[in-house]
């Protein structure tokens, strides 16, 4: 069983377009994250929920919309896809500060 | 402010040679945790090792081990004989206290190259 699942892997898509990134996870896990990682590798916190609460929200533009319907699902809705929205996108989730987080195998999203 | 640096973009060895890779941090926190993350070619995140900031014992773990010190604000990784499977980029990230959010702040991540 994967912990934490996404979908699609790969996402290619043209400029202007809307487009969703699915995660869940199944470990009984309370918050869930959504990281970007650039070109560089830069790893970066865009959203994180707890519970179904937004706590926080990393001066993204708001054509990102993090939606959580339960606290098994975090999704990713992003309007008006950029070039510059090209990216990995990672989700993950954690119990506790205690705990590092359990990472997803990433959405490699291409804009065109 | 919370920060991570990893000041090697990248390292290039031979096999079976050791390698050090550094991570200096910042935290006006007490209490915090340290972790390092494995990226391979394949692209996923792999769990390496958490430490918290009470506990200052190196850990050692097959050819990894891991030295944390307080003082210089340092958590450093070493692989020894490293092996060509270990190349991939390496994160040192924290997490603090200073809220609920349980956010994890990256370094920028250190490309290792093991050569055969």
């Known amino acids: 069983d994967t912990a934490v699942s996404q979908t699609p892997k790969y996402l290619v898509t043209q400029m202007g377009n809307d487009k969703s990134i699915k995660c869940e996870q199944n470990l009984g896990h309370d918050t869930m994250y959504w990281y970007k990682q650039d070109s560089k590798k830069f790893l970066k916190i865009m959203f994180s929920y707890n519970n179904k609460e937004l706590i926080i929200n990393e001066t993204v533009p708001n054509r990102f919309s993090p939606k959580s319907p339960d606290k098994a699902h975090l999704n990713l809705h992003i309007n008006s896809l950029e070039l510059g929205d090209s990216a990995v996108y990672f989700c993950a989730s954690s119990q506790s500060q205690n705990y590092g987080y359990t990472f997803g195998s990433g959405t490699r999203l291409t804009v065109v | 402010a919370q920060k991570v640096t990893q000041a090697q973009t990248e390292i290039s060895v031979v096999e079976k040679e050791d390698v050090t890779l550094d991570c200096v941090y910042e935290?006006?926190?007490?209490?915090?945790?340290l972790f390092w993350y494995k990226q391979p070619p394949s692209g996923e995140l792999v769990f390496l090792i958490r430490?918290?900031?009470?506990?200052?014992q190196n850990e050692i773990s097959g050819r990894y081990s891991w030295n944390f010190q307080k003082s210089t604000s340092s958590f450093n990784f070493t692989i020894t004989a490293s092996q060509v499977v270990d190349s991939a980029v390496y994160f040192c990230?924290?997490?603090?206290?200073?809220?609920?959010?349980?956010?994890?702040?990256f370094g920028s991540g250190t490309r290792l190259l093991v050569r055969p």
């Open positions: 430490r918290n900031s009470f506990d200052e």
């Open positions: 990230a924290l997490r603090g206290s200073w809220d609920s959010s349980y956010k994890l702040i």
């Open positions: 935290t006006r926190d007490t209490t915090y945790y």
